[in-house]
């Protein structure tokens, strides 16, 4: 019980000021994944000024990249290729949703066209 609140406690913590999709974010992910989120935020915190900006890119992005690997890894099992797959899927999303297709993609050195 106490865990879970401590958990929840942190999750406010770090959506504090972001809107409530933020916070469903890192539930949806691994108890793990969501702890490194949580724990990257408040210490990211501490040291600079973060912005809701800054809150809201990070918690995305992460909590996209950790519901890619759909609970199958932690970021402690992943490696330089899972990122950058993620990251090719996220420009690859970006020409899609912006009708963008006759835009080169540089993968692994070759061009594509998509």
């Known amino acids: ?8 406690r942190k999750v406010n913590l770090i ?3 972001l809107e409530p999709l933020y916070t469903k974010g890192l539930v949806n992910i691994s108890n793990e994944n969501a702890q490194a989120v949580i724990d990257f935020i408040l210490n990211t915190k501490i040291e600079v000024n973060l912005s809701n900006n800054h ?13 890619l690997y759909n609970k199958k890894k932690s970021f402690e099992q992943m490696n330089r290729e899972d990122i950058l797959l993620f990251h090719i899927l996220n420009i690859i999303l970006y020409y899609q949703n912006n009708n963008l297709t006759k835009h080169c993609i540089m993968i692994k ?6």
């Open 109 to 114: 050195y070759k061009h594509c066209h998509i």
């Open 55 to 67: 809150k809201r890119n990070y918690n995305n992005v992460l909590t996209k990249l950790s519901k």
């Open 1 to 8: 019980m106490l865990c879970r609140f401590l958990f929840a």
């Open 15 to 17: 959506t504090e000021g």
